[in-house]
């Protein structure tokens, strides 16, 4: 989950450095776009009036295998001001330097889904001094895909829109969150299958609201339970 690892990285950068000034302690490298030696190269330079320095390395999958040596020996010797911090879109150990998962603290970011997700928007909405209702937070989820950042993005628009009231309602969710006549049509068929009936009325309303004719509402419900 690429939110994640960005969430994870800058929290981490940010109680590594404080108020240490970044412009000169942290840098951010990518191998599909820099090199390894230009990144160990700075992680070996001391920090400048600061006791520690961040290198961020991204996609450490794609880095080839005749560099491994190179960051291997780094890891065999590594600065003690500086935190590298790698990132990868894969958790396969065969991806990566063998010595970086016997030196380093390894965090897996999976993809959130069901309960977990469930649980991430609560507690962000939390977070924030923000409730969402159980019907709200089931819309607003079935409405999303299952990105964090588009979900992230979602949960600013509604404690913008709600502002002091501090409680988000299904009406919030339904006048902020953007909803085509087909997400309503997947909804209505994710609500049945799983035989969610209060969401499912929630979704039919919606869709009579959109100006669907109520018999092609029914014969879409009739279809799904034949099948």
Known sequence: ETYLIQEYTTTLMAQI???APR???CDVFSVDNDTLEDAL???RTLPMMATHRVVVLHR??????????QLERYLEQPSTSTALICSSSTSNQKKCPPGLWQRAVSVECPRLEGPKLHDWVTHTFAQRGYRIAPAALQILLHEQQPDLQIIQQEIDKLCTYVGETHEITLEDVQDVTPTSRLQSIFA??????TRQVGPAFVVVERLLNQGEP????LS????????
Request: hydrophobic fraction near 50%; glycine fraction near 6%; aromatic fraction near 6%.
């Open 60 to 69: 450490l999958h794609q880095l080839r295998k005749a560099e491994w040596p």
């Open 17 to 19: 450095l404080g108020t």
């Open 214 to 217: 109520p018999l092609v509402i």
């Open 41 to 43: 190269s700075i992680a």
């Open 188 to 193: 209505l068929s994710d609500t049945l299958g």
């Open 220 to 227: 879409m419900m009739v279809r799904h339970v034949r099948l």
């Open 23 to 25: 412009d000169f302690n």
